[in-house]
């Protein structure tokens, strides 16, 4: 059974409501008091740390992958120098996302010293040359990114499922691309449950604000100035309205009435330049990230899958838009 979802950040209620521009204040105050109200106001969303009894050889397995991979890192960026600041930035994340796991289950590794991972474990010994090195590191992480993504679909509690994927959304920053989306359909035949329907109405409103906005700054943007900011616009625009077509009709098919879009949503008073464009367009994916990471906790199998594919999309796309990676993009 899954744990409740860890509600969205305040971030993403923040970005909901400032982006809509005829969304009335009690429509906020409304979204407000679910995410923040206590356990007895109807509907609710608890803030939990993951259930890790269940999950337990899953969390060790995961653990172990990373151990492996930030050793890895850390041994070739010791015996290469150019692969030094490569290698640090995957050894860095590591160990934050071993400290992340050892935080849940209360454990503490202690300090380190020279020559050992964040685990105690010695480093192994790199050979062969520096592109063979740099090869196999890149190799090991987007193993342990695909692992994670796993574990996620695997994980029987809802929030660390969504650890899980937002751990891999933060590989997938460092390495710049996200797994690619196969287009099918969001819903097998064993349907929706109610908590993946909320869920996928939270998604879906935060779609229609996307396509909607991204299709204005696309308006605003010259094909010919900014070229390269023009064509990231176009693609996520299509990757959003894509989206949004999607989860209509998985909704549709569960029997849910698809949340619809508001008559229309605030842009910032002036789009004159690239930087607002970009900020306002980075803003969009955070609070994208948020959106699928809160659906990752509320579902399983292949939706919740597919929510965590997303979520690493939407990370990535943030970078390239000029946000920093993060360690735990969407939470």
């Keep these: 059974m899954l744990e409740p979802p860890t509600r969205p950040p305040r971030r993403f209620l923040v970005a909901a409501c400032l982006g809509t521009a005829l969304l009335t204040a009690s429509g906020c105050d409304a979204i407000d008091s679910v995410l923040d109200g206590g356990p007895d106001t109807p509907g609710a969303v608890e803030a939990t740390a993951p259930a890790l009894d269940s999950d337990s050889d899953l969390v060790e397995e995961v653990r172990s992958a990373l151990v492996e991979a930030e050793a890895l890192?850390?041994?070739a960026g010791s015996s290469y120098a150019g692969l030094a600041p490569l290698a640090s930035r995957y050894a860095t994340l590591n160990r934050t996302h071993l400290a992340e796991l050892d935080a849940d289950l209360?454990?503490?590794?202690?300090?380190?010293?020279?020559?050992?991972?964040?685990?105690?474990?010695?480093?192994?010994?790199?050979?062969?040359?520096?592109?063979?090195?740099?090869k196999e590191v890149l190799r090991t992480e987007t193993a342990l990114?695909?692992?994670?993504?796993?574990?996620?679909r695997e994980?029987?509690?809802?929030?660390?499922?969504?650890?899980?994927?937002?751990?891999?959304?933060?590989?997938?920053?460092?390495?710049?691309?996200?797994?690619?989306?196969?287009?099918?359909?969001?819903?097998d035949d064993d349907g929706l449950s109610p908590a993946a329907?909320?869920?996928?109405q939270v998604v879906l409103a935060g779609e229609h604000a996307a396509v909607f906005v991204y299709g204005a700054l696309a308006a605003q943007t010259s094909?010919?100035?900014?070229?390269?900011?023009?064509?990231?616009?176009?693609?996520?625009?299509?990757?959003h309205q894509g989206r949004r077509d999607r989860l209509v009709a998985a909704l549709s098919?569960?029997?849910?009435?698809?949340?619809?879009?508001?008559?229309?949503?605030?842009?910032p008073a002036d789009l004159s330049t690239p930087s607002a464009v970009r900020t306002r367009a980075r803003e969009l994916e955070e609070a994208a990230?948020?959106?699928?990471?809160?659906?990752?906790?509320?579902?399983?199998?292949?939706?919740?899958?597919?929510?965590?594919g997303w979520l690493s999309d939407a990370a990535v796309r943030g970078v390239g838009l000029g946000a920093k990676p993060e360690p735990l993009p969407g939470l």
């Design 106 to 134: 209360s454990a503490s590794s202690g300090p380190t010293s020279p020559g050992q991972t964040a685990s105690g474990t010695a480093q192994p010994p790199v050979g062969g040359s520096e592109a063979a090195a740099r």
């Design 145 to 152: 990114r695909e692992r994670l993504l796993t574990a996620s």
């Design 289 to 308: 990230a948020s959106a699928y990471a809160y659906g990752v906790a509320s579902t399983a199998g292949k939706l919740r899958a597919q929510l965590s």
């Design 197 to 200: 329907v909320d869920a996928l």
């Design 253 to 267: 098919a569960a029997g849910a009435t698809p949340v619809a879009a508001e008559p229309a949503y605030e842009l």
């Design 73 to 75: 890192a850390s041994a």
């Design 223 to 239: 094909r010919t100035a900014q070229p390269a900011l023009a064509s990231a616009l176009t693609r996520a625009y299509r990757a």
């Design 155 to 187: 994980a029987g509690s809802g929030a660390l499922a969504q650890r899980f994927a937002a751990m891999a959304a933060a590989v997938a920053q460092l390495q710049g691309a996200a797994p690619a989306d196969d287009g099918a359909a969001l819903v």
